[in-house]
């Protein structure tokens, strides 16, 4: 072989390297983002070590990732009132997982898909518990307080520890079509009720304006423009003094 062949050969052999090293360089290497929480996996096992956002070495092993975002669950519950009513609603559940608990979910869970489908029916089940202490107009008027009572609940359940609860809130809420009418005709109730108390304040207004005039000065004021001169004061004074004059 020839020195050009040489080089050649050489110059070929060196892609080929270059090529393995970078491919070698993809898979040694990962990127983690500020949104997650990575630890690596070698060998069948997980290591406590966090990894820090950026680019890690990771050799043979791998990453098992997880989101440290806020975000919101929307759990279905099926549920009846004090009141015997059925109603059906959404129990959104805004959590955050813990640092200090992100080795111990990843360990006994891996993902948290896997775990909201173990977790959604003890939620659903303490949703339900707090909603038979309410009737169904309570779920209208009180959701707040509805919502904090369901909070205390669900904070109970042990396997929630890995998470900060940041709020429960109430959506969706659907009855009966039965009750539906029923509410209906409360609200128009509720409007009539509103313009009747609004009549009763403009009524009592004008007895207080009434019971406020002096009625002395606006008698004499009236026959004062019945009559002109100075026989209407005389006459005005007379009838309300009570003088023959």
Do not use: H
């Amino acid at each position: 072989m020839n020195k050009k062949g040489q080089a050649g050969a050489i110059f070929a052999i060196a892609l080929v390297v270059l090529f393995i090293a970078l491919i070698w360089c993809l898979f040694i290497f990962r990127i983690v983002g500020y949104n997650e929480y990575a630890y690596e996996k070698e060998f069948g096992k997980l290591k406590m070590e966090l990894k820090e956002p950026g680019i890690r070495y990771v050799g043979i092993g791998s990453f098992i990732r997880v989101n440290n975002q806020v975000r919101t669950y929307n759990i279905p519950v099926d549920a009846a009132t004090k009141d015997i009513q059925s109603v059906n609603f959404d129990v959104n559940l805004n959590i955050q997982l813990k640092e200090e608990e992100s080795f111990n979910f990843i360990k006994d869970y891996q993902t948290e898909e896997s775990y909201f489908t173990y977790m959604n029916s003890k939620i659903q089940e303490k949703a339900k518990t707090v909603i038979y202490k309410y009737s169904a107009m309570d779920m209208i008027d009180k959701r707040l307080l509805i919502s904090q009572d369901i909070l205390a609940e669900i904070s109970q359940i042990k396997e929630l520890k890995y998470f900060e609860i940041r709020d429960v809130a109430l959506a969706n809420l659907e009855y009966s079509e039965a009750y539906d009418s029923i509410i209906e005709e409360k609200a128009k109730l509720d409007i009539q009720k509103e313009i009747i108390l609004r009549q009763r304040e403009n009524l009592e207004l004008q007895r207080i304006n009434i019971n406020s005039i002096d009625v002395d000065k606006y008698f004499k004021y009236m026959l004062i423009e019945k009559w002109d001169g100075k026989s209407s004061l005389i006459i005005s004074d007379a009838i309300l003094t009570g003088a023959n004059k």
